[in-house]
């Protein structure tokens, strides 16, 4: 299949993740009142996983491949399967779970169709539909590639934005990994003095849908892989944010990735390539 006939499908492409996505939430949000318990860890004793991550995304991986069983599959716990179409599937089937797991309202399940490689870095994909659902929210975000963003089937277009970093509202997130968080709060130490302020919800899906949807005006974080941005990233590029690695010629990607309103992208970038400790882009 040509880039050229997926590229013509996008309506249905997106259509398919917002239901599977949609589907996987209601899982989850329905596991979440059966009760949970923490199944395994990841990169360190504070990143869990629980049964129901692993049966979302067995269940979203089930979906996808009997809707098109030549698409590849990239997911957060059960690894990679090449595409034969050219088209691959990035997902996570519970971003935020230990905010799930501490019955927090705050997580998602996201799905995004891409052209490329999404295990690649430097970033080597191109992000064609997203859908992220947060079930307890009530909040379904979508968007298609060249095509715009939705809330709850709304369009989402960024208005004004703020005048300067002083009053520009930043969200963030940390590593699991204690020594990382180290930098990154010396990054924070820095930045939270030339901003409004800065929040920190655990979810980098639904930070960066909070930028599309206005909610903050910018999030920056080091270290997220392709599931934890891939749909959410998305959403705000086609509200209207830009969407860069630390550089604006750069691709978002593992080593930073920053999405603001344009009135303040370039001075955040500035900002944090001043405050930004070496050891976090290695």
């Not at 997130?173 to 901003?195: C, L, N, P």
Request: aromatic share 6%.
């Amino acid at each position: 299949m040509t880039d050229s006939s997926i590229r013509a499908q996008l309506p249905e492409l997106l259509a398919l993740a917002t239901e599977v996505a949609t589907e996987a939430a209601a899982l989850v949000e329905r596991r979440r009142r059966d009760g949970i318990s923490v199944a395994d860890t990841k990169s360190s004793s504070v990143d869990v996983v629980t049964e129901v991550d692993r049966e979302s995304e067995r269940f979203i991986r089930a979906r996808l491949a009997e809707a098109r069983p030549d698409d590849g599959f990239f997911g957060e716990e059960t690894g990679a399967a090449e595409s034969r179409s050219g088209l691959t599937w990035v997902v996570d089937p519970i971003d935020g779970t230990v905010n799930y797991l501490y019955g927090l309202q705050n997580y998602s399940v996201s799905i995004a169709g891409v052209l490329g490689d999404p295990g690649v870095e430097p970033t080597e994909f191109e992000i064609l539909v997203g859908a992220v659902v947060s079930p307890e929210l009530g909040d379904t975000f979508t968007a298609i590639a060249g095509g715009g963003a939705w809330l709850n089937g709304e369009p989402l277009v960024l208005g004004a934005g703020p005048a300067d970093l002083e009053r520009t509202l930043v969200a963030t997130g940390f590593s699991y990994r204690a020594e990382r968080r180290v930098m990154q709060a010396r990054t924070f130490e820095r930045v939270i003095g030339e901003v409004r302020d800065l929040r920190r919800l655990g979810v980098a899906s639904l930070d960066l849908c909070n930028v599309a949807a206005g909610r903050v005006d910018a999030y920056y974080e080091f270290g997220i892989n392709p599931w934890d941005f891939a749909g959410g990233a998305l959403v705000a590029r086609e509200a209207g944010a830009e969407v860069t690695g630390l550089r604006a010629d750069e691709r978002e990607g593992r080593r930073g990735l920053v999405a603001a309103h344009p009135a303040v992208a370039a001075q955040l970038r500035e900002l944090l390539a001043e405050a930004t400790d070496p050891g976090l882009l290695a």
